[in-house]
């Protein structure tokens, strides 16, 4: 076989079979496919697409590429949650412990933000002493043990993905749905839970621009998790203004705290409790979302998702003082407030924007070798749809840095201030299953 050969098939638009992926991903994995035949291979699917058997196979061959996690140690079945990626999404701070208070094992595997603001691990991070490398036999004593374990992805998973994605990048390929389902899902496989909850974002802080293209990634996820025999649902949700108020890393895990305590942090705690019930009525503890979201509220109100929350951070050594008290949670040094320039109603913001000037903050990493500032974020005053006046705050940066003039100016311009009032945006979408 040779790669060359391939790549004209599908250059075609001919469907490729299963042994010529396998082929083609073992070779990448290994070195012997070179880099531009896996760049022109990415570029032919970015044209022609793929067919749902293929990229079954592709992302198959990608999550055996390397490690594949074996969860059969942990009693019950393990469900996984995952997000397409927004802003101030902290769900999984949220969602994990209440799936766990419900009685159902969260065992996840997560990887650290490369995006605006750090992911799930450096936001846990941003507590005293949390450890995220646990050894897989660690890691399954702990789920065992208290139901939920969450750990930094290992080295060793879905490798192919990761040499991919570093070339998709850089030829302008990233932006293909088969190619990003697959990327998403060999991690998902990879990480060996028996069913998966997908979070897929649209709206101005998310990849996914329209609610059609949201909805095609999501068939195309779910599609995937079905031939791959893991139960899959979709949840298609809005990310046209950060969820929750709180943008960053220790805010981020404040406001969860606040919700894990009952503050109603409308779309917050609303989503957390819908993709929760997902995960449980995958796992055969309710039987329909409806069910699931009375008894999880009610879980949630209990405080016992907050004692499981606190359980999670003692078992993994984190500092239960700040859990309980999360004022001693990192604190920036200055606090600019970002004036709105006229009164009226939030029509719009630009959440890429809001994410990036989170980023310039120092809340997210430009590259992967650098730091993160737990301190920094942006704390919203206010969200689409609320009214505000002339010289009111609309949201106060953050920092160590007295000045972040490009985050001041990103800001600014992020917020669209109209006289016309705005009708209260939809959260949820549209359910895949
Ligand atoms: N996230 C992934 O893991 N892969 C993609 O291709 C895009 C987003």
């Known amino acids: 076989m040779r790669m060359v050969d391939l790549i004209h098939q599908k250059k075609l638009g001919n469907a490729l079979s299963e042994e010529e992926i396998g082929f ?4 990448f994995t290994e070195g012997d496919i070179p880099d531009y035949q896996m760049a022109a291979f990415c570029m032919a699917v970015f044209f022609k697409g793929m067919e749902d058997r293929e990229i079954a196979s592709l992302t198959s061959a990608m999550a055996r590429s390397g490690d594949l996690l074996d969860l059969s140690g942990i009693s019950g079945k393990v469900v996984d ?4 990626g927004g802003v101030g999404d902290k769900t999984t701070l949220i969602v994990a412990p209440l799936v766990a208070a419900a009685g159902v094992p969260v065992a996840k595997m997560s990887g650290r933000g490369l995006g605006n603001t750090g992911g ?3 936001k846990l991070q941003a507590i005293e002493g949390f450890q995220v490398e646990l050894t897989i036999p660690q890691f399954i004593h702990q789920v065992n043990n208290i139901q939920l374990a969450l750990a930094g992805q290992t080295g060793n998973l879905a490798p192919a993905d990761k040499k991919m994605y570093a070339l998709r990048d850089v030829t302008d390929t990233v ?7 697959s990327s998403v899902m060999s991690k998902k496989i990879a990480s060996g839970a028996d069913g998966i909850v997908l979070d897929v974002k649209v709206g101005s802080g998310a990849f996914m621009k329209s609610i059609g293209e949201a909805k095609r990634l999501a068939e195309q996820m779910v599609a995937i998790g079905k031939n791959l025999g893991r139960e899959t649902v979709a949840l298609i949700t809005d990310m046209n203004q950060p969820l929750g108020y709180e943008i960053g890393n220790a805010n981020e895990v404040k406001e969860a705290i606040d919700v894990l305590r009952g503050r109603n942090v409308e779309d917050l705690r609303t989503l957390s409790i819908t993709l929760a019930a997902h995960m449980t009525v995958i796992a055969g503890r309710f039987s329909n979302t409806d069910q699931a979201c ?3 509220e009610r879980i949630l109100d209990s405080g016992l998702a907050f004692d499981a929350f606190l359980r999670f951070v003692k078992a993994q050594g984190g500092d239960a003082g700040m859990v309980e008290n999360p004022r001693l ?3 920036a040094r200055y606090h600019r407030a970002i004036i709105a320039p006229k009164a009226g109603y939030i029509q719009a913001m630009d959440t890429d924007k809001i994410g990036l000037a989170a980023m310039m903050s120092g809340a997210g990493r430009k590259k992967k070798e650098d730091s993160i500032d737990y301190a920094a974020g942006i704390t919203l005053n206010k969200k689409l749809g609320d009214w505000v006046d002339q010289n009111e705050p609309l949201c106060v ?12 100016k990103a800001l600014q311009e992020a917020f669209t201030v109209s006289a016309e009032a705005v009708p209260k945006t939809q959260l949820i979408y549209d359910v895949v299953t």
């Open 175 to 181: 932006n293909s749905i088969p190619l990003i389902a």
């Open 24 to 27: 083609m991903i073992r070779g």
């Open 120 to 122: 799930t691990i450096d």
């Open 329 to 331: 949670l990192p604190q």
């Open 397 to 408: 940066l953050h920092s160590n840095a007295e000045h972040v003039p490009d985050a001041e």
């Open 81 to 84: 949650k995952h997000s397409t």
């Open 294 to 296: 009375e008894e999880l």
